[in-house]
């Protein structure tokens, strides 16, 4: 990392130096996540291609625990949004108030003007509240009263839900699930890692203790050393012929959009960055489809009847889609 920069902003010379911040950053979440490397590896992929989480899961698997402790690994500005049936959009984005003393309106920003906003339990508020996060999260701006308003960088909207079934939750609109880059699943701790859950949480809570080894600084120069990682004209072609097969799919009424092949390709470079490569591989790219697309697809009737899912009907379609080989990757 440069530190003599003239203009006060961290450089990274190399993608080596962007999986060593990576490492420091997963092994502190780690301190209070067990047992979650991938989850861990997949958060940071997304902070660092710019885009948004989506975490999926019943609740007491640790969403919202994960969550904090991203946030809090990385020294920014971090708002916490509890979203309910009756929170209203400008709860979120901010609102002009009437300022008697100079007679005139001024902007209370809302929570959305942090560099992180951890979003809980996001499928509980009605879709008008969740839409109030659409211009922001593809945009990086707010618009309220007709004026626009830039948000920080880096911006990161991590958003936590319950599975639709679960009483009380509302479905996210397709528009704003495509605005989420991943999808995942924080799924139940394996045996071990619940054990030391127990002798480790019982006491003390660690997310209260956990220092952060991070700021937004240097966030900033890692999400421009991932921009610099190498794609060949191979593996565009590669995801864009992913993306058309979805499209194409007997399974799937909705494939994946032009605003998914993007996203898969820039959670693609900074999957490589942060395992040492300057170049992306195949293999970034089939790992990443589903986390990536799998939220943004709509199954037909019959697909869904069959009980098969869109986790399901990507894995048919990666199996058919023809890999370039790994030496045309480094070109």
């Known amino acids: 990392m440069d530190e003599g920069n003239p203009d006060g902003v961290a450089t990274f010379r190399a993608t080596g130096d962007v999986a060593a911040a990576g490492h420091r950053i997963a092994a502190n979440i780690e301190q209070v996540i ?25 609740p007491g698997v ?12 990385i020294d920014c500005t971090v708002r916490r949004v509890q979203f309910t049936p009756d929170l209203l959009p400008s709860d979120i984005t901010g609102v002009s108030i009437y300022n ?20 809980d339990e996001i499928n509980r508020a009605s879709p008008k509240t969740q839409a109030a996060l659409l211009e922001c999260m593809e945009e990086r701006q707010v618009t309220v009263d007709g004026v626009t308003y830039p948000v ?69 120069a890692l999400i421009e050393a991932v921009r610099a990682v190498h794609v060949a004209e191979s593996i565009k072609a590669y995801a864009v012929d992913l993306a058309e097969a979805t499209r194409q799919s007997p399974d799937l009424r909705l494939g994946a959009s032009p605003r998914a092949t993007l ?11 942060l395992g040492g490569r300057e170049y992306v591989i195949p293999d970034d790219i089939q790992g990443l489809t589903t986390p990536v697309l799998a939220h943004r697809l709509l199954l037909t009737a019959e697909t869904q009847i069959s009980g098969r899912t869109a986790e399901d009907a990507l894995a048919k379609i990666v199996g058919s889609v023809p890999i370039p080989s790994d030496q045309t990757a480094r070109l």
Do not use: C
């Open 100 to 119: 008697t003393e100079s007679r005139d309106f001024e902007f209370k920003p809302g929570p959305v003007f942090a560099n992180i906003v951890v979003g």
């Open 62 to 73: 640790g969403k919202t625990k994960f969550a904090k402790a991203l946030a809090r690994s």
């Open 152 to 220: 920080g960088s880096p911006f990161l909207v991590l958003a936590t839900q319950n599975p639709i079934d679960m009483e009380g939750t509302y479905p996210l609109p397709e528009a704003q699930r495509d605005r989420f880059t991943a999808r995942i699943s924080m799924g139940y701790p394996d045996h071990a890692a619940e054990i030391a859950m127990l002798a480790e949480h019982a006491t003390t809570d660690p997310l209260a203790t956990l220092p952060p080894v991070s700021d937004a600084r240097e966030v900033r």
């Open 34 to 58: 067990e047992g979650k490397a991938d989850t861990i590896r997949l958060g940071l992929t997304v902070l660092l291609a710019e885009g948004h989480l989506l975490i999926e899961d019943v």
């Open 263 to 273: 996203q898969l390709l820039r959670a693609a470079k900074a999957w490589a960055a």
